[in-house]
């Protein structure tokens, strides 16, 4: 791969231009060398968010640009053959056959049913919703119930947006790199995110 240093240098020096007029982003490294696998790494969720209802923990929940994890913690000694999980394109249903449904709630926004899917490990309900809008931020995957308060949800926008940075340009190290203002929507931000 040959690298155009002038190219580089004029890139980096730029990076305390604005954006755009409300955002500026600080801090991006070259980092050719490096494998774009561990960059994605460092920008994963560093921890999931719980959504509690009266006074216990429903389930936890983290996202990335394409889909949103689900994490129920399950009843011991129940065998996973009588877990029940249901995913329709703007519904989840979580329970145990032959009793009412631990969760039966509409989704935050619609995911994609042919490739979201569920598992069980180590006592643990993990649910993939693909999200049909990649790039869209989730404030719950629970419509109306548990959403981030609004800092959090700037936050969750802000790695969601560098993530979308460092997918489209998986020789820079967008890890370290910050906003100042207002981050703007990773799905629609200077002609939103080019799908396959």
């Known amino acids: 791969m040959k690298i155009n240093e002038t190219g580089i240098q004029k890139y980096l020096s730029q990076s305390e231009q604005p954006m755009f007029s409300h955002c500026w982003l600080k801090q991006t490294t070259f980092a050719a060398a490096l494998n774009p696998g561990a960059m994605a790494e460092k920008l994963a969720p560093?921890?999931?968010?719980?959504?509690?209802?009266?006074?216990?923990?429903?389930?936890?929940?983290?996202?990335?640009?394409?889909?949103?994890?689900?994490?129920?913690?399950?009843?011991?000694?129940?065998?996973?053959?009588l877990i029940h999980c249901v995913i329709q394109?703007?519904?989840?249903?979580?329970?145990?056959?032959g009793n009412p449904p631990y969760l039966n709630h509409d989704l935050m926004l619609p995911v994609k049913t042919d490739s979201s899917f569920?598992?069980?490990?180590?006592?643990?309900?993990?649910i993939?919703?693909?999200?049909?809008?990649?790039?869209?931020?989730?404030?719950?995957?629970i419509h109306g119930?548990?959403?981030?308060?609004?800092?959090?949800a700037d936050q969750e926008?802000?790695?969601?947006?560098?993530?979308?940075?460092?997918?489209?340009?998986?020789?820079?190290?967008?890890?370290?790199?910050?906003?100042?203002?207002?981050?703007?929507?990773p799905r629609t931000f200077m002609g939103g995110i080019h799908t396959d």
């Open 46 to 81: 560093e921890k999931r968010h719980a959504f509690v209802h009266n006074g216990q923990k429903a389930f936890e929940w983290e996202q990335t640009l394409e889909e949103v994890n689900m994490y129920i913690e399950l009843p011991k000694n129940v065998p996973t053959k």
């Open 89 to 97: 394109a703007g519904h989840v249903e979580v329970g145990i056959r």
């Open 118 to 126: 569920w598992t069980i490990e180590d006592g643990e309900l993990h």
């Open 128 to 141: 993939t919703l693909q999200k049909r809008e990649k790039g869209k931020t989730w404030a719950s995957p």
């Open 145 to 152: 119930q548990g959403s981030l308060d609004p800092y959090a």
């Open 157 to 185: 926008q802000k790695r969601l947006m560098l993530q979308r940075f460092q997918e489209e340009n998986p020789g820079f190290d967008f890890s370290q790199a910050q906003f100042s203002g207002t981050c703007p929507d």
